[in-house]
């Protein structure tokens, strides 16, 4: 083998242009796709995110109401009742977000009344009355509210006395930042101006609208009730089975256009088709990244196929030649592939650092992590497989090239 690499670079040094556009291709190839398969991960990782809710078990109904009512109160309890009387509802709620919403309340955690800068920033703010058992959270520690610690939200925002929210459950997420070292279980935070208790930790609870990577889990619960106004209607959120969701809803849109008729439907969907619809531009990314990938690696094997068959029928009668000398089939065939070798690990190896550099770009323009070392030798380990089964057709031809060509013209 080393013996054939002198010649080998002999040869490419006479045809110098064809050889350094084939690197090139290979190297912006080879960058390229390495990133853009670092993206695709990034996306398909986002789009499976956990919400840590029972996902294909949720329904949603959203009504507006036209003008408002005194005993708006009074109607959400009623509400409520009526909905979890539907046959087939296990549990029902009224809230002001749901998960993959695009939009909610976020506050901030402190872990001390005179702390001048927050603990956690950004922290999504579920409200609602059952909110664990509606949407099927698994309670990792700690329980969920009694009824008497529930206050309704109208009154908070107004600032009446007695109204903030004394307890409070966090996912695993916010508690770990909370409290690196310890349990924050039974531990004391401060989202408005009183204290507020932990009291449970449940393991997932994806934020109600869009997130930085790693903080997808930054949400909370607090026990405020929330009653659909005219000012602000609420989200009914219900759990059922999935098979009966079809029917679980249109009973309930029927259920609460009898109870007020003068109610307007606004949405109705369930939770997994609004999941899809969040997540629609991040597959779209991810279709269009890997369309650009096959077209890049298409491109490059009808390169290096174009140059291959160019170069086989430069040299047909050198091979003869060597074919007369005593040169085997496989020779010529082996000679071909380490010539393709050599081009695509010049071009592999500009490419690795084509490829850092853009990633270093991404990362300063647009936040992203950094590219991981090890897509780069997957990377290279494509390219050399790319590159030999595009080489394999032309080198076959000039495998077959018979020795009486020697003797011609």
Excluded at 388 to 395: D, N, R, W, Y
Aim: net charge positive; proline share 5%; charged share 20%.
């Amino acid at each position: 083998m080393p013996m054939d690499i002198l010649p080998i670079l002999a040869s490419l040094r006479r045809h110098k242009v064809t050889a350094i556009l084939l690197i090139l291709e290979i190297a912006l190839t080879c960058a390229i796709v390495c990133n853009a398969v670092f993206l695709i991960g990034l996306r398909l990782d986002r789009i499976h995110t956990p919400s840590g809710v029972a996902d294909n078990e949720l329904i949603m109904v959203r009504m507006s109401n036209i003008g408002g009512r005194s005993d708006v109160r009074a109607r959400t309890l009623e509400d409520l009742a009526a909905l979890r009387g539907i046959p087939g509802v296990r549990s029902a709620a009224i809230l002001a977000q749901t998960p993959f919403g695009y939009s909610g309340t976020t506050s901030s955690i402190k872990l001390s009344s005179d702390q001048k800068l927050p603990t956690i920033s950004y922290v999504s703010t579920y409200f609602g009355e059952g909110v664990v058992n509606a949407f099927g959270l698994e309670l990792v520690q700690g329980r969920d509210f009694s009824a008497d610690e529930y206050h309704w939200l109208q009154d908070l925002n107004l600032g009446l006395p007695g109204s903030s929210p004394r307890s409070v459950i966090v996912t695993e997420a916010v508690a770990k930042r909370l409290f690196p070292d310890g349990n924050a279980l039974g531990k004391d935070v401060y989202i408005y101006d009183e204290p507020s208790r932990v009291i449970g930790i449940v393991r997932h609870l994806v934020t109600s609208q869009e997130w930085v990577p790693g903080q997808e889990d930054y949400s909370m619960i607090l026990p405020m009730r929330v009653s659909p106004d005219a000012g602000m209607g609420g989200t009914y959120v219900m759990r059922t089975s999935p098979d009966q969701r079809d029917r679980v809803l249109d009973a309930a849109v029927a259920k609460l256009k009898g109870l007020d008729p003068r109610r307007v439907l606004t949405q109705k969907s369930t939770l997994e088709k609004q999941r899809a619809t969040f997540f629609s531009a991040d597959r779209a990314t991810a279709g269009w990244l890997i369309a650009t990938c096959a077209a890049l690696l298409v491109v490059t094997a009808l390169g290096i196929v174009g140059l291959g068959s160019f170069w086989v029928a430069q040299r047909r009668r050198q091979i003869g030649v060597r074919r007369a000398l005593g040169a085997r089939r496989v020779d010529i065939l082996r000679y071909f592939q380490t010539e393709n070798f050599l081009l695509a690990t010049f071009g592999i190896v500009l490419g690795m650092g084509m490829a850092y550099g853009i990633s270093l770009f991404l990362v300063l323009q647009y936040e992203l992590p950094r590219l991981p070392a090890h897509y780069l030798p997957m990377g290279a380990v494509l390219l050399w497989l790319l590159g030999q089964g595009a080489v394999l057709s032309p080198a076959l031809r000039a495998a077959s090239v018979p020795p009486v060509v020697a003797t011609r013209g």
